[in-house]
């Protein structure tokens, strides 16, 4: 909280640089995104993707893996996801949904799983294979989209039928109409639910979380890294190759070029800003959310690059605040010991 209050203090000023009065603009930024339900649709809308990529980073990190392929999984992922959803026509919702959903996973995981198998085997650092990763899915998928798949006059597929469209949320509740969040929502949540259990209620888990504090200790103690290794990027990339149901199935219903605009590098800040806890990146994607629904509302008054330099600030003071309380409360521990030593 203290680092979200000085990023504020701080995006105050350079508000009053470029000669606007920040409590005017705070005032908008808040009332367009939380003062209303279609704003808070609107933000529920983008902090969805940011629960998927943002649990990817998490769960690699837990693992001592620094995963920056989230883009790329999740740009594979969306793309099986719309092929799916606008090839099986023929198939019911109750099939057809999930075998789209199934499809983003495996695309993603496979994805992941490559660079997982090259450190395994070959010792290549992941932070360089993921990232080459990301290089290779736009191109690959830029080549299908323009050239195999595409829709004339467009950079996008063909749109998918309508019995694979997740129903957005004003169905359920009037209060949200003209937002585009949707079923997808629920389904994020659903992998926190899952990713916490996985976590710390599962052996893979608990093997998990130890490579991540002591690899070799692990070893000594009979855990597969190689293996975990790979299990643990390819589970990484499943998750990012889930962002494609809240676009593609609940938003525009086929998969555009360009659609994420760095929804995977963000989920890394997302996971750091929460400490790579499952309930914390529901509310970090939610910060997020706000940040980049409250930029559009607030761009004829300030750049839209105002959201970036808060998320950049919120990031560094995180870090710096972090470590200045750690080495404080350590500090205070001991002169607790020693005072109750004298």
């Known amino acids: 909280m203290l680092a979200l209050l000085l990023s504020f203090i701080i995006g105050g000023v350079f508000i009053l640089l470029i000669g606007k009065d920040p409590f005017v603009v705070y005032a908008m930024f808040f009332s367009q995104t939380m003062g209303s339900w279609y704003g808070i649709g609107q933000v529920l809308f983008k902090a969805t ?66 660079p997982g198998f090259l450190k395994a085997k070959f010792g290549a650092h992941e932070v360089i294979n993921t990232i080459m990763m990301n290089f290779v899915a736009a191109g690959v998928i830029s080549y299908l989209v323009t050239n195999v798949y595409s829709v004339p006059a467009t950079v996008h597929t063909p749109q998918i039928t309508a019995s ?38 599962t052996r893979f888990g608990y093997e998990l979380r130890a490579i991540g504090l002591n690899p070799i200790a692990a070893e000594y103690g009979g855990i597969s890294i190689a293996r975990r290794t790979v299990l643990t990027l390819a589970l990484a990339g499943a998750l990012a190759g ?78 710096t605040l972090t470590k200045f309380l750690s080495r404080w409360t350590t500090h205070l521990q001991e002169c607790i010991v020693q005072d109750s030593n004298v």
């Not at 893996?65 to 740009?75: K, R, S, T, V």
């Not at 919702?93 to 992941?112: H, M, Q």
């Not at 690059?305 to 600030?313: F, G, W, Y």
């Open 49 to 114: 993707p940011l629960i998927f990529t943002g649990l990817s980073a998490a769960i690699s990190f837990r693992a001592g893996l620094f995963n920056i392929g989230a883009e790329g999984q999740l740009i594979i992922g969306s793309f099986l996801v719309a092929m799916v959803g606008c090839t099986f026509s023929s198939l019911p919702s109750f099939l057809l949904i999930p075998c789209a959903l199934l499809a983003g996973a495996l695309g993603g995981a496979l994805w992941g799983a490559i």
């Open 164 to 201: 694979a469209e997740l129903l957005r949320l004003d169905v359920f509740a009037s209060a949200f109409h003209g937002s585009p969040v949707n079923v997808s929502l629920f389904i994020a949540l659903a992998a926190c639910g899952g990713v916490y259990y996985l976590l710390w209620r």
């Open 242 to 319: 889930l962002v494609g149901g809240n676009f593609v199935l609940g938003y525009k219903h086929y998969y555009e070029l360009g659609f994420s605009e760095g929804i995977g590098f963000i989920g890394i800040a997302v996971a750091l800003l929460a400490r790579n806890h499952p309930i914390g990146i529901v509310l970090a994607s939610i910060f997020f959310g706000i940040l980049e629904y409250g930029s559009l509302t607030i761009n004829t008054m300030v750049p839209k690059e105002l959201s970036n330099i808060l998320q950049a600030i919120v990031i560094l003071f995180m870090i």
